[in-house]
């Protein structure tokens, strides 16, 4: 994971040197499509007062984004979000356990965008998230696995700087809400992501 985030990082200077931007930041309605990596955060996986034992609510994320810019102000997104696998292992009422936890889901927002510069602008996004939930539990020396879907509301934030005529690099924080609802395993999730984004002119 630390590498890929140097070759992306590297990658992103070597274009912002070679490729300075020119024009107006927006020129007509658009297209554009990237990926991102991060991190994807499962807030209340932790949260089990009857457990002891070793933690970890967070893990390497992806996803994968396409979009269109129908005026400078305002468009619309979407994504295949992978948030990754949380686990815990210890005990829970004096018998041995282990959980593990992995999220996905596409997701459809509409887009504001803000310029703060000629080559920067903040954007934030409302829509709704269409996850998948896919759980393995030990309890008691048993194991059980269950899968649930559902569709949950998202909210999200961040900016990105324009290194050329089409390329972008795009900082991001999306959050959400009640992921996994209407089972045992319900949590916020958090997924922070850094990427690249190639845009029509």
């Known amino acids: 994971m630390k590498k890929a985030w140097l070759l992306l990082l590297l990658a992103s200077s070597a274009c912002a040197e070679n490729s300075a931007p020119t024009g ?22 932790c949260n089990d007062p009857f457990f002891n034992g070793a933690c970890d609510d967070a893990d390497g994320a992806w996803k994968l984004f396409g979009g269109a810019r129908f005026d400078p ?3 619309a ?8 696998k949380t686990s ?11 959980m593990s936890n992995a999220l996905s889901g596409i997701s459809l927002s509409g887009v504001g965008y803000v310029p703060v510069t000629p080559e920067i602008e903040a ?10 939930r896919e759980t393995t539990q030990t309890s008691a020396g048993a194991t059980t696995s269950s899968k ?3 569709t949950s509301p998202l ?8 290194l050329n005529d089409n390329l972008h690099l795009r900082g991001e924080w999306e959050h959400m ?4 609802s209407d089972s045992a395993y319900e949590t916020d999730a958090d997924l922070y992501s850094v990427g690249l984004m190639y845009s029509t002119l």
Not at 24 to 42: D, E, P, R, V
Not at 88 to 98: D, N, P, R
């Open 123 to 132: 954007f934030g996004k409302a829509g709704v998230v269409m996850w998948d």
């Open 155 to 162: 909210l999200g934030g961040g900016a990105q700087y324009r």
């Open 77 to 84: 997104e979407v994504a295949y979000n992978q948030l990754g």
């Open 177 to 180: 809400f009640n992921v996994g």
């Open 148 to 150: 649930a879907d559902g």
């Open 73 to 75: 102000m305002f468009g």
């Open 88 to 98: 815990k292992s210890g005990t829970s009422g004096g018998s041995a356990a282990s």
């Open 24 to 45: 107006n930041f927006m020129s007509g309605t658009k297209l554009y499509a990237g990926a991102s990596i991060g991190t994807g955060q499962q807030g209340d996986t």
